[in-house]
Every structure is written in structure tokens, then in C-alpha cells.
Nanobody, 115 residues
Framework: QVQLVESGGGLVQAGGSLRLSCAASGSIFGFNNMGWYRQAPGKQRDLVAQLTRGGNTNYADSVKGRFTISRDKNTVYLQMNSLKPEDTAVYYC???????????WGKGTLVTVSS
């Protein structure tokens, strides 16, 4: 089965940095789009950053210039710099499986930014 395992979340002070990683496995076809979403309590899950297999990127306006998404095979990373308290959320990795066109989610990793 497809499995997405996130790591790198934690507690950081405002202005600090974190690097999230997500390792996707379990697909014989591999993955196309991979990305990161986040969800704060009581709010919807929103796109943070997305990276296509072809290398195109898409960022939420609130993180442009601060976050960078990258990918190495089936592992996707999110470098988060200049973190703000408003970035506090559970961050979820997602991946689109090739051929089958199925969507998968990780369990999430909590990022807490203190002021």
C-alpha cells in the first residue's frame, strides 16, 4: 500500500526555520504531483506548496519567499524560513499516484511557531 511518512515538525520560535520531509512509497507507478498542505484547528486544509513531476511549483501567497519545496525522487521537502506564529498548523504531505490517479495523504506533522 502507498505510505507517506512525514518528519521534521516541531516547536520553533518566530523567525526560525524548519525543514519538513515526506517519503512516499508503496506504488509501482511512482508519483506525479507532490506537495504540502496545512490545517489549523477549526480551519480548512489549504495548499502550502506543490511540486509537479516536471518541476513546476505552486505556493500559497502567504508563504511565497519564505518556503521552498523540492523533491528527490519520491521524497518531497519543505524548507520553511522566517516562520511566523500564523504558520502554526498540522502540515500534511500529499502525493498523486501515477497511472491510477489516486491521491494519498500522510498523517501530518505538527509545526508550532511561538512568538
Amino acid at each position: 500500500q502507498v505510505q507517506l511518512v512525514e518528519s521534521g515538525g516541531g516547536l520553533v520560535q518566530a523567525g526560525g526555520s524548519l525543514r519538513l520531509s515526506c517519503a512516499a512509497s508503496g506504488s509501482i507507478f511512482g508519483f506525479n504531483n507532490m506537495g504540502w498542505y496545512r490545517q489549523a484547528p477549526g480551519k480548512q486544509r489549504d495548499l502550502v506548496a506543490q511540486l509537479t513531476r516536471g518541476g513546476n511549483t505552486n505556493y500559497a501567497d502567504s508563504v511565497k519567499g519564505r518556503f521552498t519545496i523540492s523533491r528527490d525522487k519520491n521524497t518531497v521537502y519543505l524548507q520553511m524560513n522566517s516562520l511566523k506564529p500564523e504558520d502554526t498548523a498540522v502540515y500534511y504531505c500529499n502525493a498523486d499516484e501515477r497511472v491510477l490517479m489516486t491521491h494519498h495523504w500522510g498523517k501530518g506533522t505538527l509545526v508550532t511557531v511561538s512568538s
